[in-house]
């Protein structure tokens, strides 16, 4: 059984910082692409940002030059960090990873059980 689970979350006044941590536990061979999505009151849910295992990253227009993507494989861990906040921002933050476990020949999306991030005007 794998389990991603979030932490870092909290509430912040605008401009501020908050580091989110996803970490990724279980019978895991190997983890590919990590990313982070976020959903907000009455919006779908969207993707933030996304880095592969060798470290390629993605992010969404909306948080350019504000979030940062990073990971340890060693730890099976991804972060998030996200500087100069803005009360758009605020949402609840998902980490997905894809995922072999050792008992299986294939990779699956799992999904971390998400933490708030509440951004003050």
């Known amino acids: 059984q794998v389990q991603l689970v979030e932490s870092g979350g909290g509430l912040v006044q605008a401009g501020g910082s908050l580091r989110l941590s996803c970490a990724a536990s279980?019978?895991?061979?190997?983890?590919?692409?990590m990313r982070w999505h976020r959903q907000a009151p009455g919006k779908q849910r969207e993707l933030v940002a996304a880095i592969s295992r060798i470290g390629s990253t993605a992010y969404a227009d909306s948080v350019k030059g504000r979030f940062t993507v990073s990971r340890d494989n060693g730890k099976n861990t991804v972060y998030l960090q996200m500087n100069n906040l803005k009360p758009e921002d605020t949402a609840v933050y998902y980490c997905n990873a894809d995922v072999r476990a050792f008992s299986a020949s294939y990779y699956f999306g799992y999904w971390g059980q998400g933490t708030q991030v509440t951004v003050s005007s």
């Open positions: 279980g019978s895991i061979f190997s983890i590919n692409d």
